[in-house]
């Protein structure tokens, strides 16, 4: 059970826009920023979205972050096959001194 | 751009201590910029944080995992390690190094390709 829920899954047509959700809780999303990865299949997390909204250089800004309260969400637009993958949410929890994650979102394009 | 490599057997016995270094090229291991980190996914599951370590010594571990985690730093080999004691089947996974850099609150920038650790007796 992790302390950030996500979806499990996501799906979506080329071109479409999708988001995923990240539902956290005071001790965390509340109180911190997030910060989404991308792991394609047999590959390392790669950092996506940092500080709730700034995307780090080299991401499209197809990509997107938002935060309101104790939930995010990652926006994808104008999704692509090469964007079938797993996201995975992050963020300092100041309860459990520690970062902790989302279970991941499997994104499948249809 | 930071580059991180991560090293180590990838079969350990149970009750055994698992041993793991990460190599960091392009950038200074004692630099202030950086904390260093690891993060272990066991197979088709998600992402665990395990332990971070500022070059200068403070460290955070998961609570889950607190009283099995050492983690430390030798700047003379640019290399940090961990070593997860008394591990079990439920310490099998890829275990991924990671470099946190800051912008409100720390973040993992850059990662290793990860490191498939099998307890298997």
């Known amino acids: 059970q992790s302390v950030l829920t996500q979806p499990p899954s996501a799906s979506g047509t080329p071109g479409q826009r999708v988001t995923i959700s990240c539902s956290g809780s005071?001790?965390?999303?509340?109180?911190?920023?997030v910060d989404w990865y991308q792991q394609l299949p047999g590959t390392a997390p790669k950092l996506l979205i940092y500080?709730?909204?700034q995307r780090p250089s080299g991401v499209p800004d197809r990509f997107s972050g938002s935060k309101s309260g104790t939930s995010a969400s990652l926006a994808i637009s104008g999704l692509q096959s090469e964007d079938e993958a797993d996201y995975y949410c992050?963020?300092?929890?100041?309860?459990?001194?520690?970062?902790?994650f989302g279970g991941g979102t499997k994104l499948t394009v249809l | 751009q930071l580059q991180l490599q991560e090293s180590g057997p990838g079969l350990v016995k149970p009750s055994e201590t698992l041993s793991l270094t990460c190599t960091v090229s392009g950038g200074s291991i004692s630099s202030s910029s950086y904390y260093w980190a690891w993060v272990r996914q066991p197979p088709g599951k998600g992402l665990e944080w395990i332990g971070s370590m500022y070059y200068s010594g403070g460290t955070y571990h998961n609570p889950s995992l607190k009283s099995r985690v050492t983690i430390f730093v030798d700047t003379s080999k640019k290399q940090f390690s961990l070593k997860l004691s008394s591990v079990t089947a439920a310490d099998t996974a890829v275990y991924y190094c990671?470099?946190?850099?800051?912008?409100?609150?720390?973040?993992?920038?850059?990662w290793g390709q990860g490191t498939l650790v099998t307890v298997f007796s």
């Open positions: 992050e963020a300092w929890d100041d309860s459990l001194n520690g970062w902790v």
């Open positions: 500080s709730n909204n």
């Open positions: 005071s001790s965390n999303i509340g109180s911190n920023t």
């Open positions: 990671a470099s946190l850099e800051y912008s409100n609150r720390w973040y993992f920038r850059y």
